[in-house]
């Protein structure tokens, strides 16, 4: 089992920056593809970044392709999400996920977060 904790929400301005952590225990998620989602309120959970255990590539959704940048440290056990020129459409719930099937757009996840809200508001 993998258990995964998100921090790092909050609320923030437009064109501000936020950096999320999604911290993995119980076992080591080197193995694994990583993703961020996200669910804004009245809406489907849906695919953000996502990068394979590897490091070796990276995916994002259009919406935040640019703004986006996801990463990882196995060493440490943690994926990151760096967000920057936030927009209020981004306001949103966002989770962590993690598979052990090859393909990283999908929903289709092992192992999830519980979440961490994050609000863009002027």
């Known amino acids: 089992q993998v258990q995964l904790e998100e921090s790092g929400g909050g609320l923030v301005q437009p064109g501000d920056s936020l950096r999320l952590s999604c911290a993995a225990s119980?076992?080591?998620?080197?193995?694994?593809?990583m993703g961020w989602f996200r669910q804004a309120p009245g809406k489907e959970r849906e695919f953000a970044a996502g990068?394979?255990?590897?490091?070796?590539?990276?995916y994002y959704a259009d919406s935040v392709k640019g703004r986006f940048t996801i990463s990882r440290d196995n060493a440490k056990n943690t994926v990151y999400l760096q967000m920057n020129n936030l927009k209020p459409e981004d306001t949103a719930v966002y989770y962590c996920?993690?598979?052990?099937?090859?393909?990283?757009?999908?929903?289709?996840?092992?192992?999830w977060g519980q979440g961490t809200q994050v609000t863009v508001s002027s």
């Open positions: 990068i394979k255990w590897s490091s070796s590539n990276t």
């Open positions: 119980g076992r080591t998620i080197s193995n694994y593809n």
């Open positions: 996920a993690a598979r052990t099937g090859t393909s990283i757009v999908t929903t289709k996840y092992d192992y």
